[in-house]
C-alpha cells in the first residue's frame, strides 16, 4: 500500500504499528512499532452515549495503550495517523499533503482532519474559516461538536493527542470520552477539517444494516453537494 499509492514519495517518515508479527517484507523507509498486546474480548459496555448500547461488541482494553506507545515512539511534531482499514483508491496528491503539512505548521494546528463530510456528520458542528488550500476552503470543528477526537485521518500535533490520551481506553472510549478531555481542557482545540475525498471510508452500513455500495455512494455523491452548498467552499478567482 506504501509504494503503490505513493506514500513513499512523500519524503515523510514513515511507521506501521502493530502488536508483535513482523512484517512480511524488509523496506528501510519504513520503520516498524511493536506495541505489544492488549486484552480483546466479546463483551457489552454499559455507557449510554456508546453505540449499540447495551449490546456484544469487541472491546479493547488497551487500545490507548497502544497508541500511546506508538506516539511515543515517534520522532516529529505532527503525525498523519490513518487505521488499518482506511485505504486509498488513487495516488496520494504528494504536493497537497505537502501543502496541510506545512499549513499545520505555520497555523500551529493541533489537529487537521483529512476526509469527507459524510451524511452522518452534521453539518452545524463546523464552521468556515478564512483559510484555503488549493482553493478548497478549510473548516473548523466548533468545540462543542461531538467528536472533537476522531479516528479518521488526521494530522495530529503528537504532543496535543498524547495530551489527551489517558491509557487503559478502548477504541470507542477514546472517541467520545477523549472529545469530553479535549472540551475539558482547551478552549479553542484548534481543530480543523480539510474535506477531501481520497480513501475509501470504512462505514457501509447504517443502523447495523449493510447499505449496496452503489447505493452508499450515490447518497455520500449528493451529500458532497450539500456541503459545498452549505459552505461557501471554492475560493474565486
Not at 93 to 105: A, C, P, Q, S
Not at 120 to 128: G, I, W
Request: proline share 4%; glycine share 6%; aromatic share 16%.
Amino acid at each position: 500500500m506504501f509504494n503503490h499509492f505513493g506514500f513513499l514519495d512523500l519524503g515523510w517518515p514513515i511507521h506501521f504499528c502493530n502488536e508483535e508479527i513482523d512484517l512480511p517484507f524488509n523496506d528501510p523507509r519504513i520503520t516498524q512499532i511493536k506495541t505489544g498486546k492488549s486484552k480483546k474480548y466479546m463483551g457489552v459496555e454499559w455507557r449510554e452515549w456508546l453505540p449499540t448500547f447495551g449490546g456484544p461488541k469487541q472491546v479493547d482494553e488497551g487500545w490507548s495503550d497502544r497508541l500511546i506507545a506508538s506516539l511515543n515512539s515517534t520522532q516529529t511534531k505532527y503525525v498523519l495517523y490513518m487505521q488499518e482499514d482506511q485505504w486509498p483508491f488513487k495516488q496520494i496528491d504528494g504536493k497537497l499533503f505537502n501543502r496541510l503539512l506545512n499549513f499545520v505548521f505555520v497555523h500551529d494546528v493541533n489537529g487537521l482532519r483529512l476526509h469527507r463530510l459524510l451524511s452522518s456528520y452534521d453539518l452545524n458542528e463546523f464552521e468556515e474559516t478564512e483559510y484555503y488550500i488549493e482553493n478548497k476552503k478549510v473548516l473548523k470543528v466548533k468545540r462543542n461538536a461531538g467528536f472533537l477526537l476522531c479516528h479518521q485521518p488526521t494530522i495530529w500535533n503528537k504532543d496535543f493527542l498524547l495530551d489527551v490520551s489517558i491509557h487503559g481506553e478502548g477504541f470507542r472510549d477514546n472517541e467520545y470520552a477523549g472529545s469530553e478531555r479535549i472540551r475539558e481542557k482547551y478552549k479553542d482545540p484548534k481543530i480543523l477539517l480539510y474535506n477531501h475525498h481520497w480513501f475509501l471510508e470504512k462505514s457501509a452500513s447504517s443502523a447495523g444494516l449493510w447499505i449496496p455500495e452503489i447505493e452508499w455512494e450515490y447518497r455520500e455523491v449528493a451529500r458532497e453537494r450539500d456541503v459545498y452548498k452549505h459552505f461557501n467552499m471554492i475560493k474565486n478567482e
